[in-house]
């Protein structure tokens, strides 16, 4: 019985139902704005920032710095997001300003 009432939970929590930011990431959110520089990529989600522990600033994006080790690879995968349209999972560190960690993106089979 506990099997089956944690696959209920499973299969209503993650069809898309909960999407927004928390702690120190987003999930299930869209990408809605890029913003490029030559020091930064600014990046503004469906999410509510605000709910995050680090700063969005008033632009309320999240920054990917061009000196992050893996740049190329999650630029790439943010503007495919972006895009296409899919949903995307973003963490960011915890204190001062929203620099983007790491980047998750999976397939939706809707």
Sequence with gaps: MKC??????????????YA???????????VTALMVNRILVGIGTSGDEDNLMCDSNKFKYLYLKRTHDN??????????????????????????????????????HD
């Excluded at 927004?20 to 869209?30: F, G, H, L, R, T």
């Design 71 to 108: 740049f190329d690879a999650i630029y790439s995968l943010v503007l495919a997001a972006h895009v296409s349209g899919e949903n995307i999972y973003i963490s960011t560190n915890r204190h001062g300003p929203c620099d983007v960690r790491n980047v998750i993106s999976t397939i939706s």
């Design 20 to 30: 927004d930011c928390v702690k120190y990431y987003c999930e299930e959110i869209k």
């Design 4 to 17: 089956f009432l944690v696959f209920l939970l499973y299969v209503f929590c993650s069809n898309n139902l």
